[in-house]
């Protein structure tokens, strides 16, 4: 079979077009990149979607800490602790096992019938606790950004007569995010990475549509050699991150364009391993 | 376990519960809770070498040893640590049965033959003759080695900006005194780098508590297959009967999971504080002013 071949039936087999049945003998070279590249589309997506919803939900959260009002700030604290202080794989497990508890033929709500079985699917459930995983993590580096924010820049806000959302808007915000920004593409990559356990814990690939590691450790199963499927995954993991530190340095220099001698400095990843 | 257990159908309520909740297996689930510390206790000082030697080589003069040295630093960076995870238990064990199989067996053999991996009986690790327990704990070392290569490579690069954030001005003041290049980094870059290393390696402490239930990925009977076990619907042919309860189990290890990184946080903090006693930095300052601790 030429790769042409296994590249139109397979690249999109992850997601359900294609071949349906998986190779089962004869792995070439070609088959692997092929179908780890396919999974890759499930960690991209998780990734993606968990990044840019968490960071909304990130920003209040870090807000609500950071309030003096005590019904704003415990529950948020609670919220960080929660999240922080717990593996995400036991995390996936524990939102499985109670997703599935939901009565399969949907809530009564009103009268009308919510369906509740496409929570325990991994597309939406993994989800789900990704982005509050995210949410979480984001939150304490944003909370920390905000207690950061110069004092100066602030008077020189109220100077200028700026109050309420306006300064948050126009001052704070913008600062916050400046200095959260390193720390917050570390977190970003740690997300990519983190996604490659949703098939691990308990959610099932439906069909065998499962992310890139899930393909990877069934080529090493099936063929008993890891030498091969694992380094692939690990590349196209290389690729990802930094085409992520690549986006995420455009935004960088964007965020840091007013200060003086910021233009040059290109933004290099440095693990600081904030998790 | 209670001699009242002996015919748990007749019981009822908390008397069952106590019961169930004591049943062999419940047993070790529990003792399962030890592995994980086992893990942390013996996983924890060899990633620290790890990294040590990570770090010294990274700072070397000899420029292979240097490349070692980053290459290894480098390679988590990229690469979610899950992969390693895999990896490094199958590659750990099929490089020693490889090894073995050339000592041991007729080498002319190939090892690969199509998709199976086979080397000859003698030459298999653990030996099938084996008893279990060895199964679990060559299980369970090469799952140590997985963890110990990935965080030793994370504190490869925590000890490594550590080291440099040493202040010149102190090494020099070694060098003044006419200390060897070996001396100065014996008494005063190792000394002085633990309050620079202290946060990134809690980070890190951290980031290994939560990674420990990936033990089950590795196939270690560890708290989440206990759970996992356990907690399914047991129908009336067990003699515990119960419907799905891993809610509840994994419920548990989560509370486990938060006492364990809650009272990490707890004794890191009183840490940080000793080692910033008489430091140069705003800590320590902060410490001298007050006059306290």
Known sequence: MSCAQTFSDYALRSIGFGERLLPRSDFDLCQQFVLIGSGL?????????????????????????ASA??????????????????????????????????????????????????????????????????????????????????????????????????????????TMLRLAWPAYTNEAIFLFHATTLVFFSSFPAFQQRGDSLYYASYFADKTFNPFVAYPIVAGYFILLTLLLISVFGIVNRRLNRHLPGAVTGRMKYRPQLIR | ?????????????????????????HLLFYASFGTVLLLLAITAPIALLFGFGGAMASRSRIAPLRWLGKTYTAMVRGVPDIIFFLFVPIALDQGLEWLRHQALCDSSQPVWQGNDFVVCAAAKLPLSTSPEWVHQTYGFATAVVAFAVVFGAFAANVLYGAMQAVPRAQLETAEAYGMSPRQVTRRVLIPQMWSYAIPGLSNLWMILIKATPLLFLLGVEDIVYWARELGGTKTNAFTYPHPDWRLYYFLAILVFYLLMTWGSEKIIGRLTGRLSRGQATLAGEAMRKTGGA
């Open chain 1, 69 to 174: 009002n005590p019904w704003l700030r415990k529950p948020a604290n609670g919220f960080i602790f929660l999240f922080r202080g717990s593996p995400l794989f036991i995390q996936f497990f524990l939102a499985y096992e109670a997703l599935v508890l939901l009565p399969r033929a949907g809530i009564e709500i009103f009268g009308m019938t919510v369906a509740t079985s496409w929570l325990t699917k991994a597309w939406a459930g993994a989800l789900i606790v990704l982005i509050l995983n995210t949410a979480a993590y984001s939150a304490q580096i944003f909370h920390g950004a905000l207690q950061s924010v110069p004092k100066g820049d602030l008077e020189a806000a109220d100077a200028y007569g700026m109050t309420g959302w306006k300064r948050f808007r126009r001052i704070v915000w913008p």
């Open chain 1, 41 to 65: 589309i499930w960690n991209v997506y998780f990734g993606i979607l968990a990044l840019f919803i968490g960071f909304f939900i990130a920003n209040a959260v870090a807000l609500a800490k």
């Open chain 2, 1 to 25: 376990m209670f001699a009242s257990c002996s015919d748990p159908s007749a019981l009822e309520g908390f008397a069952w519960l106590m019961c169930y909740l004591t049943s062999g297996t």
